[in-house]
């Protein structure tokens, strides 16, 4: 074979006579990029993203088919090429009509791989499940037991019955790894000689402490309280999430090689320059420990306590102040705090307990189940009340006055405003009146960094980084205050990523993902069978709210595999593989210019274990190709002309299963996620 | 004596097959009744030819009574048949023409070998087989000059040499008669009347090339072509003109025919060879070109028919014969079907270098209904558009191309001012659109959303930005298409952007079209000025539309009408407007 020399993209080469221009590139390290082309198969070229520009040519090549000749001058990633490429995948994706991602895992703040646990839980992979969530979340346990789960409400089994119980879902891996002499941890990454101070470790802290070990940072926490785990471990309670539990999963991250250093406060202890002169990064993860007040008559007396504050207390107690034996206890507020603390109280033997919130039932923030099982256990929910007034005898609490209230106009959030009804008012005595109306972060030793007018960090929404160079920040500390765990979680990894790269000296640039969604409606999924979703077994209410042991027993693995088994796998299996997105966000494509006709088809089945998904189909010709040159079977063709093109069995005989040996060699091929393997049954 | 019935598909469409049979059976003895193609006056069929020894006379648009009448005319009685008698100005319109490759269409009758041997018939092919090497008629071809009538252009001399050079054993000659341009006939034409011509043509080809096995690839759909065909090769193996040995040389060819199944697609050659081959119609890429790794991937030439059916005659009169017509980059002569709104519609052969004012007001006769030219599309859907104020362009393969058109396959539809032009580029797209092979992404998806943004810009709903996004996307379409469907099938909107840009804007922002062609915006009213509440258009309403008293002005509730123009069409005052 005869040497040729050419130029791409300036870099002078060496091929053969016979090869093509992709050939040559490929071999020095030169990636054009092609969705249809194969070395197992013949030259195709349908799909046309390797087009690259010759000198002296005024047409675009294929370089895929094109042939080198000796003295070529081959640019490869010119405006042109890349319009054309792009203009290609935005053709392709304004009639590309899957999902990229199920809905669960973009609701989730954290990106939790939830559709890929929930299959591996339906499998029995148990240990599998684990590692993929512990991808997004280093403490599945925890989460699975306090998350209010976005995702559930995100889930398209809604449309068929109910979500898939996700959250009980990811607790029940948790809990199996936990029963393991050693819970799965992820090996940290090779030293960086890079440092990261955090300061916080509740759930946002300890992730990115987590994440920045994976890449081989350095981390060490910086902690105002006696033990880790901030929130989780100081505000919510024993019942709903033990503390060994938290523990045991925090440890796990100590044992990446994250030195946490306890009973330090910024501020108090040490500054926040401190840090910034002796380490590479500093992330700000305080949360928000200060409860708001209630603003009325009588909020200084003795016996009034802010919500946060009373959990926090209950949290370090070691004697028995608090024991509400005989007790009236009144907790003002209407979020999961509130019923925290409601369910606290009737535990602490609070003879009454009394939830007063200015709205009804259904306009509460706190989750239902929460709402429900407080009710459960006793609380009298006093809504459309509000305090006026909270009256004292020598300084300590003795009664609240409540303005009677009735529902109004919606307001801004949609939610119709409480308005007070005139001259209706009502007195209920009490001992002690609990705040859980909010929560704002201490300010003390923060000074310094660009804060918002509510008194939060300002972070930037995608990168985290604060007006302090160096210094970012994540969770309930900042933008818009607290929120729940798995915001915080979500931030954290974020953070975790672009201080990596800061570190690294590159751009700091966080540019949003484009994906593939659609709609779905009930009349999609009108043919699935009516399964209902599984209940979590728990303790009976007459019995718990005497303790403060777990209330949740967990999912059986009967009860948990079959509630996997629900799920509608709405996410494309080859997300991570698929080419067509990979290239898709390298040319920034926007393909709703396009958008037009659309193909939904029904999926059709191959045969028993193979499934073809015309949607997502992009007509690459790679499986008709590979079945018919490589495995030499022939089975599959292409049907119809034009916008109406579909592969299926060849001639449209209706399957391929009689002659199919099930090789998958078509699965593996498909450059997107249209061809499926299914699960064996 | 003798008489002809013109019976290509245009006469028997036009009911020359009944009037033949009608002249058969009372027909005079000894004087037979003959068919032949299709002359190329479509307008006037059927057309009958009385041949004695002393004159030719041409009867048009024979009916049923004309046929008597003509009859009484052969015998001598009295008759009326001099009415029927082809028109000066028509006669003159057809002499003017030049005709190579239509030479004997409508003359000869194409189902007799000796009637086309009678007329120099296979002597090119006896010349170039006895007394020509291989290389002297490549090199007769090229001083001709003669480039594919297919749509390319590309030089035949060129291919045929091409195709001579590559190494192999066995090589194969192909004509292309996969003719699918909408408004197209020229191919069909030639093998319905003079199939010897494309026969005589590829034997040479097939001398030159080194090939011993033709292929005439032809859509089913003119079942009358295969016909013919079929048996003018029976005739020719008969004669020895085909097989073993011909001209009692060592040279051997034969040809077989395989019908397509009518993919537009399938014209394009490499499409065309896979179809051949029994695979899906899809083209590949070139190269290798079919020269070197054509059809079971040995060398093939692949022509068009009227390509082959010009060889016999430049053989016979010499390339510089051939050559001495047309422009410096255009040789010869080219057939074209006129089609549209044309008043003599049919096919035609001028010598290129001609102008489009010399075809549509010359031969053509000018617009039908003495309505005002708007336009002509050339190239059919690969092609563009000519407008009026460029109808002096001449007939030339650079210069078509330059003004956005194409020579193409030698459709011209000719177009007035009642056609809309952004119809017109949808009429197009929509063809291509349904007959991309739907290989690649920038053909497959990308013609199917230009039709898309076509259909919107003609419902009324075209958006500010879709002029920009028409052009961008079918310069992206042409620059990355695999195939020439993919690559020339945005043409005709780009060039209706350019010569019509305004009807664009009118459909866009005006939501009007002036040629009042896109129903969802147009609106009729009555005119109380003009109606005389005659009630005749309140009867012809289909959709009861439309209400008044007698004799008091009439009005059309907007609500209801469906705008199907017949109240327009029956007001004798002109008093509905549309708008």
């Given at each position: 074979?005869?040497?040729?020399?050419?130029?791409?993209?300036?870099?002078?080469?060496?091929?053969?006579?016979?090869?093509?221009?992709?050939?040559i590139?490929k071999e020095?390290g030169?990636d054009?990029p092609t969705?249809?082309?194969?070395?197992?198969?013949?030259?195709y070229?349908?799909?046309?993203?390797?087009v690259v520009?010759?000198?002296?040519?005024?047409?675009?090549?294929?370089?895929?088919?094109?042939?080198?000749?000796?003295?070529?001058?081959?640019?490869?990633?010119?405006?042109r090429?890349?319009?054309n490429?792009q203009?290609?995948?935005?053709?392709?994706?304004?009639?590309?009509?899957g999902?990229?991602?199920?809905?669960c895992?973009?609701?989730c703040?954290?990106?939790?791989?939830?559709?890929g646990?929930?299959?591996?839980?339906?499998?029995g992979?148990?240990?599998?499940?684990?590692?993929?969530?512990?991808e997004?979340?280093?403490?599945?346990?925890?989460?699975?037991?306090?998350?209010?789960?976005?995702c559930?409400?995100?889930?398209?089994?809604?449309?068929?019955?109910?979500?898939?119980?996700?959250?009980?879902?990811?607790?029940?891996?948790?809990?199996i790894?936990?029963?393991k002499?050693?819970?799965?941890?992820?090996e940290?990454?090779?030293?960086t000689?890079?440092?990261?101070?955090?300061?916080?470790g509740?759930?946002g802290?300890?992730?990115?402490?987590y994440?920045?070990?994976?890449?081989?940072?350095?981390?060490?926490?910086?902690?105002?309280?006696?033990?880790?785990?901030?929130?989780?471990?100081y505000?919510?309670?024993?019942?709903?999430?033990?503390?060994?539990?938290?523990?045991?999963?925090?440890?796990?991250?100590?044992?990446m090689?994250v030195?946490?250093?306890?009973?330090?406060?910024?501020?108090?202890?040490?500054?926040?320059?401190y840090?910034?002169?002796?380490?590479?990064?500093v992330?700000?993860?305080v949360?928000?420990?200060?409860?708001?007040g209630?603003?009325?008559?009588?909020?200084e007396?003795d016996?009034?306590?802010?919500?946060i504050?009373?959990?926090?207390?209950?949290?370090?107690?070691?004697?028995?102040?608090?024991?509400f034996?005989?007790?009236?206890?009144?907790?003002?507020?209407?979020?999961?705090?509130?019923?925290?603390?409601?369910?606290?109280?009737?535990?602490?033997g609070?003879?009454?307990?009394?939830?007063?919130?200015?709205?009804?039932k259904?306009?509460?923030p706190?989750?239902?189940i929460?709402?429900?099982?407080?009710?459960e256990?006793?609380?009298?929910f006093?809504?459309l009340t509000?305090?006026?007034?909270?009256t004292?005898?020598?300084?300590?609490?003795?009664?609240?006055?409540?303005q009677?209230m009735?529902?109004?106009?919606?307001?801004?959030?949609?939610?119709?405003?409480?308005?007070?009804v005139?001259?209706?008012?009502?007195?209920?005595?009490?001992d002690?009146?609990i705040?859980a109306?909010?929560?704002?972060?201490?300010?003390a030793g923060f000074?310094?960094?660009?804060?918002?007018?509510?008194?939060?960090?300002?972070a930037?929404?995608?990168?985290?980084r604060?007006?302090?160079?160096g210094?970012?920040?994540?969770?309930?500390?900042?933008?818009?205050?607290a929120?729940?765990?798995i915001?915080a979680?979500?931030?954290?990894?974020?953070?975790?990523?672009?201080?990596?790269?800061?570190?690294?000296?590159?751009?700091?640039?966080?540019?949003?993902?484009y994906?593939v969604k659609?709609?779905?409606?009930?009349?999609?999924f009108?043919?699935?069978?009516?399964l209902?979703?599984?209940?979590?077994?728990?303790?009976?209410?007459g019995?718990?709210?005497?303790?403060?042991?777990?209330?949740?027993?967990g999912?059986?693995?009967?009860?948990?595999?079959?509630?996997?088994?629900?799920?509608?796998?709405?996410?494309?299996?080859?997300?991570y593989?698929?080419?067509?997105?990979?290239?898709?966000?390298q040319?920034k494509?926007?393909?709703?210019?396009?958008?037009g006709?659309?193909?939904r088809?029904?999926?059709?089945?191959i045969?028993?274990?193979?499934?073809?998904?015309?949607?997502?189909?992009?007509?690459?010709?790679?499986?008709v190709?590979?079945c018919d040159?490589?495995?030499?079977?022939?089975?599959?063709g292409?049907?119809?002309?034009?916008?109406?093109?579909?592969?299926?069995?060849?001639?449209?005989?209706?399957?391929?299963?009689?002659?199919?040996?099930?090789?998958?060699k078509?699965?593996?091929?498909?450059?997107?996620?249209?061809?499926y393997?299914?699960?064996?049954k | 004596?003798?008489i002809?019935?013109?019976?290509?598909s245009c006469?028997?469409?036009?009911?020359?097959?009944?009037?033949?049979?009608?002249?058969?059976?009372?027909?005079?003895?000894?004087?037979?009744?003959?068919?032949?193609?299709?002359i190329?006056?479509?307008?006037?069929?059927?057309?009958?030819?009385?041949?004695?020894d002393?004159?030719?006379?041409?009867?048009?648009?024979?009916?049923?009574?004309a046929?008597?009448?003509?009859?009484?005319?052969?015998?001598?009685e009295?008759?009326?048949?001099?009415?029927?008698?082809i028109?000066?100005?028509d006669?003159?319109n057809?002499n003017?023409?030049?005709?190579?490759?239509?030479?004997?269409?409508?003359?000869?009758?194409?189902?007799n070998?000796?009637?086309?041997?009678a007329?120099?018939?296979?002597?090119?092919?006896?010349?170039?087989?006895?007394?020509?090497?291989?290389?002297?008629?490549?090199?007769?071809?090229?001083?001709?000059?003669?480039?594919?009538?297919?749509?390319?252009?590309?030089?035949?001399?060129?291919k045929?040499?091409a195709a001579?050079?590559?190494?192999?054993?066995?090589?194969?000659v192909?004509?292309?008669?996969d003719?699918g341009?909408?408004?197209a006939?020229?191919d069909r034409?030639?093998?319905?009347?003079?199939?010897?011509?494309v026969?005589e043509?590829?034997?040479?080809a097939a001398?030159?090339?080194?090939?011993?096995?033709?292929?005439?690839?032809?859509?089913?759909?003119?079942?009358?072509?295969?016909?013919?065909l079929e048996?003018?090769?029976?005739?020719?193996r008969?004669?020895n003109?085909?097989?073993?040995?011909?001209?009692?040389?060592?040279?051997?060819f034969d040809?077989?025919i395989?019908?397509?199944?009518?993919?537009?697609?399938?014209?394009?050659?490499t499409?065309l060879?896979a179809?051949?081959?029994g695979?899906?119609?899809?083209?590949?890429?070139?190269?290798?070109?079919p020269a070197?790794?054509?059809f079971?991937?040995?060398?093939?030439?692949?022509?068009?028919?009227?390509t082959?059916?010009n060889?016999?005659?430049?053989?016979?009169?010499?390339g510089?014969a051939?050559?001495?017509m047309?422009?410096?980059?255009?040789?010869g002569?080219?057939?074209?079907?006129?089609?549209?709104?044309?008043?003599?519609?049919g096919?035609?052969?001028?010598?290129?270098?001609?102008?489009?004012y010399?075809?549509?007001?010359?031969?053509?006769?000018g617009?039908k209904?003495?309505?005002?030219?708007?336009?002509?599309?050339?190239?059919?859907?690969s092609?563009?558009?000519?407008?009026?104020?460029?109808i002096?362009?001449m007939i030339?393969?650079k210069?078509?191309?330059?003004?956005?058109?194409m020579?193409?396959?030698?459709?011209?539809?000719?177009?007035?001012?009642?056609t809309?032009?952004?119809?017109?580029?949808r009429?197009?797209?929509?063809?291509?659109?349904?007959?991309s092979?739907?290989k690649c992404?920038?053909?497959?998806?990308?013609?199917?959303?230009?039709?898309e943004?076509?259909?919107?810009?003609?419902?009324?709903n075209?958006?500010?930005?879709?002029i920009?996004?028409?052009s961008d996307?079918?310069?992206?379409?042409?620059?990355?298409s695999?195939?020439?469907?993919g690559?020339?099938?945005?043409?005709?909107?780009?060039?209706?952007?350019?010569?019509?840009?305004?009807?664009?804007?009118?459909?866009?922002?005006?939501k009007?079209?002036?040629?009042?062609?896109?129903?969802?915006?147009?609106?009729?009213f009555?005119?109380?000025?003009k109606?005389?509440?005659?009630?005749?258009?309140?009867?012809?309403?289909?959709n009861?539309?439309i209400?008044g008293?007698?004799?008091?002005a009439?009005?059309?509730d907007?609500?209801?009408c469906?705008?199907?123009?017949?109240?327009?069409?029956?007001c004798?005052?002109?008093?509905?407007?549309?708008?």
């Amino acid at each position: 074979m005869s040497e040729i020399r050419l130029n791409i993209d300036g870099i002078e080469v060496t091929g053969f006579k016979g090869q093509t221009i992709l050939d040559i590139a490929k071999e020095n390290g030169i990636d054009i990029p092609t969705l249809c082309h194969d070395e197992r198969v013949e030259i195709y070229g349908s799909c046309g993203l390797c087009v690259v520009e010759a000198e002296g040519t005024s047409k675009l090549l294929r370089s895929c088919s094109t042939f080198a000749a000796n003295g070529m001058i081959i640019k490869t990633n010119t405006d042109r090429t890349r319009k054309n490429r792009q203009t290609a995948l935005e053709l392709l994706l304004s009639d590309h009509t899957g999902d990229c991602r199920a809905p669960c895992v973009l609701a989730c703040p954290a990106q939790t791989e939830c559709q890929g646990y929930v299959k591996f839980i339906a499998e029995g992979k148990y240990d599998e499940a684990v590692k993929l969530i512990k991808e997004k979340i280093p403490f599945p346990s925890s989460i699975g037991r306090v998350c209010p789960h976005p995702c559930e409400e995100a889930c398209r089994r809604e449309l068929v019955e109910e979500p898939i119980s996700i959250c009980s879902l990811k607790q029940f891996a948790g809990d199996i790894d936990l029963d393991k002499d050693e819970l799965y941890t992820a090996e940290a990454g090779n030293p960086t000689g890079k440092n990261v101070a955090i300061i916080g470790g509740g759930p946002g802290g300890l992730t990115a402490a987590y994440f920045l070990r994976l890449q081989g940072h350095g981390v060490i926490i910086y902690d105002a309280m006696p033990q880790m785990g901030g929130m989780l471990q100081y505000g919510i309670p024993e019942y709903r999430l033990p503390k060994k539990i938290l523990q045991e999963e925090i440890k796990s991250i100590e044992k990446m090689g994250v030195i946490f250093k306890n009973n330090i406060k910024i501020g108090r202890d040490i500054t926040l320059d401190y840090l910034r002169n002796n380490y590479d990064a500093v992330i700000v993860a305080v949360g928000a420990w200060t409860s708001t007040g209630l603003r009325c008559k009588g909020e200084e007396l003795d016996g009034v306590v802010g919500g946060i504050d009373f959990l926090r207390g209950v949290a370090t107690t070691t004697d028995n102040n608090y024991d509400f034996t005989g007790c009236k206890i009144a907790i003002v507020g209407g979020g999961n705090t509130a019923m925290d603390a409601c369910r606290t109280a009737v535990r602490l033997g609070a003879a009454e307990v009394y939830n007063i919130y200015r709205r009804t039932k259904n306009e509460m923030p706190a989750e239902q189940i929460e709402i429900e099982e407080a009710e459960e256990e006793g609380v009298i929910f006093k809504n459309l009340t509000n305090p006026i007034e909270i009256t004292g005898d020598n300084g300590k609490v003795k009664a609240m006055r409540l303005q009677i209230m009735e529902l109004g106009e919606p307001d801004a959030s949609g939610r119709r405003s409480p308005v007070p009804v005139p001259g209706k008012e009502e007195i209920i005595e009490v001992d002690t009146v609990i705040v859980a109306i909010g929560q704002k972060l201490d300010k003390a030793g923060f000074e310094e960094i660009e804060q918002t007018k509510w008194g939060t960090i300002i972070a930037d929404e995608n990168t985290c980084r604060t007006n302090l160079n160096g210094v970012f920040a994540v969770g309930d500390a900042t933008n818009n205050g607290a929120d729940i765990a798995i915001a915080a979680i979500g931030e954290a990894k974020q953070a975790a990523e672009t201080v990596g790269k800061y570190l690294n000296g590159e751009n700091i640039k966080y540019e949003k993902p484009y994906l593939v969604k659609t709609e779905k409606t009930r009349e999609d999924f009108a043919d699935r069978e009516i399964l209902s979703r599984v209940k979590m077994p728990q303790r009976p209410a007459g019995e718990r709210r005497k303790d403060f042991l777990e209330i949740n027993l967990g999912l059986s693995e009967d009860a948990a595999k079959k509630e996997a088994l629900r799920c509608l796998e709405c996410g494309c299996h080859d997300f991570y593989e698929c080419k067509l997105i990979n290239y898709a966000n390298q040319y920034k494509v926007q393909p709703e210019k396009y958008s037009g006709k659309t193909h939904r088809y029904i999926q059709d089945d191959i045969q028993s274990c193979i499934e073809l998904n015309h949607e997502k189909c992009i007509l690459c010709g790679m499986c008709v190709r590979i079945c018919d040159e490589v495995v030499g079977a022939t089975l599959l063709g292409f049907v119809n002309r034009g916008f109406d093109t579909v592969v299926k069995p060849a001639f449209d005989i209706g399957s391929c299963e009689a002659d199919c040996v099930s090789c998958g060699k078509c699965v593996e091929g498909c450059p997107t996620g249209a061809l499926y393997k299914k699960a064996s049954k | 004596m003798k008489i002809t019935v013109g019976k290509g598909s245009c006469g028997i469409a036009a009911g020359a097959g009944e009037i033949f049979s009608l002249l058969e059976q009372k027909a005079p003895a000894g004087c037979p009744v003959v068919v032949t193609g299709c002359i190329g006056m479509c307008y006037l069929e059927p057309i009958v030819n009385i041949e004695t020894d002393d004159k030719n006379i041409t009867f048009v648009k024979v009916n049923a009574e004309a046929a008597d009448e003509i009859l009484k005319y052969i015998n001598g009685e009295e008759n009326k048949a001099s009415q029927y008698i082809i028109e000066r100005e028509d006669l003159d319109n057809l002499n003017s023409q030049q005709r190579i490759a239509l030479q004997n269409c409508g003359i000869i009758d194409p189902e007799n070998i000796g009637e086309y041997i009678a007329r120099e018939g296979y002597k090119a092919a006896e010349k170039c087989i006895k007394e020509l090497t291989p290389e002297q008629v490549i090199d007769e071809i090229k001083i001709s000059g003669l480039s594919g009538r297919g749509g390319a252009g590309f030089s035949t001399a060129f291919k045929w040499n091409a195709a001579r050079s590559s190494k192999g054993d066995k090589k194969y000659v192909i004509c292309n008669a996969d003719e699918g341009d909408p408004g197209a006939f020229m191919d069909r034409a030639v093998i319905e009347g003079d199939p010897h011509a494309v026969i005589e043509g590829m034997l040479i080809a097939a001398y030159a090339i080194g090939a011993d096995e033709g292929i005439v690839y032809v859509r089913a759909e003119y079942p009358l072509a295969i016909i013919r065909l079929e048996l003018a090769l029976k005739q020719a193996r008969e004669k020895n003109l085909l097989g073993e040995n011909i001209f009692g040389c060592d040279f051997c060819f034969d040809i077989r025919i395989k019908a397509g199944a009518g993919a537009f697609v399938c014209g394009e050659e490499t499409a065309l060879i896979a179809s051949l081959e029994g695979e899906r119609g899809m083209p590949r890429l070139k190269p290798p070109f079919p020269a070197e790794k054509g059809f079971w991937k040995k060398p093939s030439n692949i022509n068009n028919v009227e390509t082959y059916s010009n060889v016999p005659w430049i053989i016979r009169n010499g390339g510089a014969a051939f050559a001495s017509m047309g422009t410096e980059n255009s040789k010869g002569t080219k057939v074209f079907a006129l089609t549209g709104k044309i008043a003599k519609g049919g096919l035609v052969e001028i010598p290129m270098g001609k102008t489009i004012y010399d075809v549509v007001y010359g031969v053509g006769g000018g617009i039908k209904d003495g309505k005002k030219f708007k336009a002509v599309q050339m190239g059919g859907p690969s092609g563009g558009c000519i407008p009026a104020e460029l109808i002096d362009t001449m007939i030339d393969y650079k210069t078509l191309v330059a003004a956005g058109a194409m020579m193409g396959s030698g459709g011209m539809v000719v177009m007035d001012e009642t056609t809309c032009m952004v119809d017109m580029a949808r009429f197009f797209l929509d063809f291509t659109v349904k007959e991309s092979c739907g290989k690649c992404i920038h053909c497959r998806i990308g013609n199917q959303r230009m039709l898309e943004i076509l259909d919107r810009i003609c419902d009324g709903n075209g958006r500010e930005d879709d002029i920009e996004l028409l052009s961008d996307l079918a310069l992206q379409i042409k620059d990355g298409s695999l195939c020439a469907l993919g690559q020339t099938a945005p043409n005709p909107v780009l060039t209706t952007l350019r010569y019509f840009l305004n009807e664009y804007e009118d459909h866009i922002k005006n939501k009007k079209c002036t040629a009042h062609q896109c129903k969802a915006l147009l609106t009729y009213f009555i005119d109380n000025d003009k109606c005389t509440g005659c009630t005749l258009c309140a009867k012809k309403c289909p959709n009861k539309a439309i209400s008044g008293e007698v004799k008091k002005a009439h009005s059309i509730d907007m609500e209801k009408c469906i705008k199907c123009g017949k109240c327009a069409d029956a007001c004798r005052f002109k008093a509905v407007v549309v708008d």
